[in-house]
């Protein structure tokens, strides 16, 4: 087979890549392959559905540039194709002074990202949620909303499909054949004019192999939360704690769903292996081998605190401390109610080896015959399409 562009990953990020490239490259042709049998298996169908509004992250980040513009089209794009959208908003509450000043720390990023947020009292938090708990102060997001994901690929899907796009599932990339400008696949052997690596998990295995990403490691954290068998609209809007600015997880929190059903969660604890979602799945011993030296040397050296974020987390395997850290945001929580844990997601974290710090903001890298997404965690979702339009500039660049 023969293509002008092979993209590797069909997730959000490599499947809205290729609608841009083809908006901008009409003729030329465009591949997909996909390992799994579907699109968006991975972090893109297991995503949380948040749309977030842009105020958590420093005004000279790539994330705070897409998550603003983000929101807005991917609200729009839902109105389009008549997608649902739940515009229920999310308070930020505060536990004591010392995390109120972080609270107003993060309204100021909100204000220099240009975010509509607001500061509001502790009542006007009690008139949205009535429940809710906060000292003194909490941030209302009014453009916070949560959509479907799963809807969301499954038509991004069929439009690039009804744009000529060519999706090969089952298609699990091998290795590059470079005197050939060819990539190996399980079924086939493609040429291709040009490759982008959106791998997600795997991304900085295979961007090695094209020699990029050379003091970079992907590490897995993974995600759980806990559904409540409460009735739909239980909970009026989204409820966060203030995160520790430091570290790019941003705590135990209540989710509403597009259907107004309550969850809490999520997890962010780092796993064994890079698909470890359930049991010895997707178990591999030269994958465990070479992620748990990585943790270890993360959890010997300590950078960035990442052993107390490590035993904090695995702590939350246990259903009552999870239930208990979400509890302190609200009141008549019932622990009983929480016992429905949803489908795993892995948060595919960068980490970069010379600092032996997690990568906060999206990473990329590329030349004339390859461009490589080594990091697009959260909020890539919400940001996926300004995002594809800025990493098919840079590929012009480069």
Request: proline share 4%; with cysteine; hydrophobic share 40%.
């Amino acid at each position: 087979m023969k293509s002008d562009i092979v993209i590797i990953g069909a997730g959000i990020v490599g499947v809205t890549i290729a609608l841009e490239l083809k908006k901008r490259f009409s003729n030329q042709k465009i591949v997909i392959i996909e390992k799994e049998s579907q699109a968006g298996y991975h972090a893109s169908g297991r995503n949380s559905g948040v749309l977030h509004a842009g105020f958590y992250y420093t005004a000279d980040s790539l994330k705070a540039r897409f998550c603003r513009d983000g929101n807005h089209a991917m609200k729009n794009y839902c109105r389009e194709h008549k997608l649902k959208i739940n515009t229920c908003g999310k308070l930020v509450v505060t536990k004591n002074e010392l995390k109120l000043k972080t609270l107003h720390a993060l309204y100021e990023r909100g204000l220099q990202n240009k975010v509509n947020v607001i500061l509001i009292s502790e009542k006007e938090a009690k008139e949205i949620e009535p429940r809710v708990r906060t000292y003194q102060q909490a941030i209302f997001s009014p453009e916070t909303a949560s959509v479907d994901p799963t809807a969301v690929m499954q038509t991004l899907v069929k439009e690039a499909e009804n744009r000529g796009i060519t999706f090969l599932y089952c298609e699990k990339y091998i290795r590059y054949l470079p005197t050939e400008k060819s990539i190996l696949t399980n079924q086939r052997k493609i040429h291709a004019g040009f490759i982008i690596n959106a791998a997600g998990l795997y991304a900085d295995q295979i961007a090695k192999q094209f020699g990029f990403g050379l003091h970079y490691d992907i590490i897995p954290f993974k995600g759980l939360y806990l559904y409540s068998d409460e009735k739909p609209s239980y909970l009026k809007t989204h409820l966060y704690p203030v995160p520790d600015l430091h570290y790019p997880f941003l705590g135990v929190h209540f989710t509403i769903t597009v259907d107004h059903q309550m969850k809490m969660g999520p997890t962010a604890i780092p796993a064994f292996w890079r698909e470890q979602y359930a049991g010895w799945s997707g178990f591999s011993f030269s994958e465990c081998c070479k992620i748990l030296a990585v943790e270890t040397k993360l959890f010997i050296k300590n950078q960035g605190h990442f052993r107390a974020v490590a035993l904090a987390e695995l702590k939350k395997y246990r259903r009552h401390i999870l239930v208990q850290q979400a509890a302190s945001m609200l009141d008549q929580v019932n622990l009983g109610r929480f016992n429905i844990w949803g489908k795993p997601g892995i948060r595919a974290q960068l980490i970069d080896k010379k600092s032996n710090r997690l990568v906060n903001d999206f990473c990329f890298e590329g030349d004339a015959r390859s461009f490589h997404v080594l990091n697009a965690v959260s909020p890539a979702f919400t940001c996926s399409f300004p995002f594809a339009t800025y990493l098919v500039d840079q590929m012009a660049v480069v």
